[in-house]
């Protein structure tokens, strides 16, 4: 058992499954203003499933693509498969394994669903390839991401409405902000290597200045989602404290220093995400 438990954990740490945090609690709030309230509890099952099959897939995939590039950058080269840890046809049927998870759970959620998982699934194939011909890989990932907020939406009303893209634009932002971030980490080896980034292709300065501006369009966004399903005054009291959450994970990063990046990317960024999907279901059931 001990053996099978060690081999779980291998497969959870390559898919950084710790980093779900980001992009479920959006699926919660869409799900949550979708149904004005909250769903039922199967309908919550399947979305899980749904989203935990999905990222799976997806940071999987970017394993094996990146493989070679990951074995070469000094961050990067422990990771399980450069490692050897885990083999590139284990990951293949890993990845198959999953996104053959999502494909079920969105069979069980409703008829658009499975008709459009095979476009999320496209879309993230095409976010790993992206850095090797265009800075804007920042976006895909967010609009990857945003397929979490999009497809909880439709698990719950079974069809596609404009009112679900402002939370979606929200999160694309988000992502792209935070993502900037921790490209900076790489900037000095994506360059070396011939990969974009915005860090990359603005340099440090500029590259947090548009963190910035992507977060301030990412709040914009979720004060008109706010506004626009007429949430109450508990909503807006819990978008002063994203915005004071916004405001303390810049403060983190520095042109003159990046050493609390990994701060600034994983705990401010879980506790937003968190934070929105508390306050708005708050607005509904307090």
């Known amino acids: 058992m001990s053996a099978v438990l060690r081999r779980v954990t291998l497969y ?7 980093h779900s945090v980001f992009a479920l609690p959006f699926a919660f709030t869409a799900a949550v203003t979708a149904a004005s309230g909250v769903p039922g509890l199967g309908r919550i099952f399947w979305i899980i499933v749904a989203m935990v099959g999905a990222r799976s897939g997806a940071m999987g ?23 050897g840890l885990i083999r590139l046809g284990e990951a293949w049927i890993f990845v198959a394994l999953s996104f053959g998870l999502m494909i079920l759970a ?30 804007f890989a920042h976006f895909v990932l967010g609009l990857s991401i945003s397929a979490a ?4 939406w439709i698990a719950v009303r079974g069809t596609m409405e404009w009112e679900a893209i402002p939370l979606a634009a929200a999160v694309i932002f988000w992502l792209a902000g935070f993502d900037v971030l921790y ?15 915005i860090p990359q292709r603005f340099g440090i300065r500029w590259s947090l200045r548009l963190a ?11 004060l008109f989602n706010g506004y626009l399903f007429g949430l109450g005054a508990v909503y807006w009291a819990g ?19 990046l050493s609390r990046l990994d701060m ?9 995400s968190v934070a929105v999907f508390l306050f708005t279901l708050l607005a509904y059931v307090a």
């Open 12 to 18: 959870l740490r390559m898919i950084r499954f710790s």
């Open 61 to 83: 995939l970017n394993r094996i693509i990146d493989f070679r590039i990951d074995a070469e950058n000094p961050r990067t080269a422990g990771r399980e498969i450069p490692r």
């Open 106 to 135: 969105s069979s069980r959620l409703n008829p658009l669903c499975l008709k459009l998982s095979p476009v999320a699934i496209a879309v993230l194939f095409l976010y790993s390839y992206t850095k090797r011909f265009t800075w």
């Open 149 to 152: 907020p999009l497809g909880a």
């Open 183 to 197: 490209a900076l980490q790489d900037l000095e080896f994506d360059r070396s290597h011939g990969l974009h980034s």
């Open 212 to 222: 910035r501006i992507f977060h301030a369009c990412s709040f914009c966004l979720l």
């Open 239 to 257: 978008m002063f404290a994203v915005a004071g959450l916004f405001i303390y994970e810049h403060s983190l990063v520095r042109e003159n220093d």
């Open 264 to 272: 600034a990317f994983f705990n401010m960024n879980g506790y937003i």
